[in-house]
């Protein structure tokens, strides 16, 4: 079976596997020269893999993205938003722990 790990997503399949989506997703908006989201990438792989089957952790690039990152009005990396059916549900800003983003994944989970 294959570990659940954040996946990347762009401009062009976000609409499909996110916000048409069913359940929770988690989408992290990056880049690769940011470092607190290097920093913050291990809580995010820990996250998927511990939530296996209840959530999908997706990564999307803004600088490759740039439309992506504009519909959400991303101004600052790292930012988490947490989806529900679709529909932003809870947005955390800036390098976070794992333990704090897993109470708003279960704050979700419970809802």
């Known amino acids: 079976m294959a570990e659940n790990k954040p996946q990347p997503v762009g401009d062009d399949a976000f609409e499909e ?19 607190p ?21 997706y990564k999307v690039d803004v ?5 992506t990152a504009q519909q959400f009005d991303i101004r600052s990396i790292p930012t ?6 679709g529909q932003p549900a809870d947005v955390s800003i800036g390098a976070v722990s794992e333990s ?3 109470g ?8």
């Not at 988490?80 to 059916?85: A, Q, R, S």
């Open 17 to 35: 596997k996110v916000t048409n989506s069913k359940g929770i997703t988690v989408v992290d908006f990056w880049a690769p020269w940011c470092g």
């Open 37 to 57: 989201c290097l920093h913050m990438a291990p809580a995010l792989d820990s996250l998927a893999q511990s939530n296996d089957g209840k959530v999908v952790v």
């Open 63 to 67: 600088d490759e993205n740039p439309k």
């Open 80 to 85: 988490v938003i947490f989806f529900k059916d």
């Open 100 to 102: 704090a983003l897993q």
């Open 104 to 111: 708003k994944l279960d704050a979700l989970l419970e809802g």
